[in-house]
């Protein structure tokens, strides 16, 4: 059986009642700046950014900070299980696992964390929900060693972390559950939104 995409719980991050700042502060914790996910994640930003601008969106994914193989990662790894544990299943309010204070301690609004572990990508609100973890599976192992699948999955989660939900079994960004090998390409592209999707960014972020 081919792995499907994990769930996500939908929150977009609070903003407080004047705020003009419209960037999603980005935070990388890769093993390794020669690991095939970090330019894909790089990728992935690039792709939102143009897409937020084609939208005539203020917001923008801005990468603030790199961190490599830090002392953090055990208890990132940690974490990592502990919410793919609940196999995507939507945790009540308050409730699910406690993030560790090194993530707390992190800043930005979106944390992606290039695990070393096997499990199905996440996005997952966590700080009261106004940040997201972003845990991604390790690119060792299939579907993930399939060309087109790393920057995809990347950008999907993403896509979470920005308000989108999954729109059912289709050929699109945001497909869910959908099989990972629907993003294999032997050329590098990224799949689209839905107009539907298009329309729910724009509202979701017109009056930022």
Not at 31 to 41: E, H, I, S, V, Y
Not at 168 to 174: A, K
Not at 175 to 188: A, M
């Amino acid at each position: 059986m081919v792995p499907l995409l994990a769930c996500a719980i939908f929150v977009l991050p609070a903003r407080s009642k004047g705020q003009e700042r419209t960037d999603r502060q980005v935070v990388l914790v890769t093993p390794d700046t020669g690991d095939g996910r970090f330019d894909a994640t790089r990728e992935a930003i690039a792709f939102w950014n143009q897409t937020l601008a084609e939208l005539k969106l203020r917001a923008r994914l801005l990468e603030v900070n790199v961190l490599v193989a830090p002392p953090i990662s055990r208890a990132l790894e940690n974490y990592t299980r502990q919410v793919w544990l609940l196999a995507g299943r939507p945790a009540p309010k308050d409730e699910g696992p406690q993030p560790p204070r090194a993530l707390l301690e992190l800043p930005g609004d979106i944390v992606v964390f290039l695990s070393n572990q096997q499990f199905f990508s996440f996005a997952w609100p966590f700080a009261g929900r106004t940040r997201y973890f972003i845990g991604i599976q390790t690119d060792r192992t299939e579907p993930m060693t399939y060309a087109n699948v790393t920057r995809n999955v990347i950008a999907h989660e993403f896509g979470h972390a920005l308000g989108l939900e999954h729109n059912g079994n289709t050929p699109t960004l945001m497909c869910g559950p959908c099989e990972h090998l629907l993003y294999w390409s032997e050329q590098p592209l990224f799949f689209p939104l839905t107009a539907r999707e298009r329309g729910r960014l724009q509202r979701l972020h017109q009056a930022e």
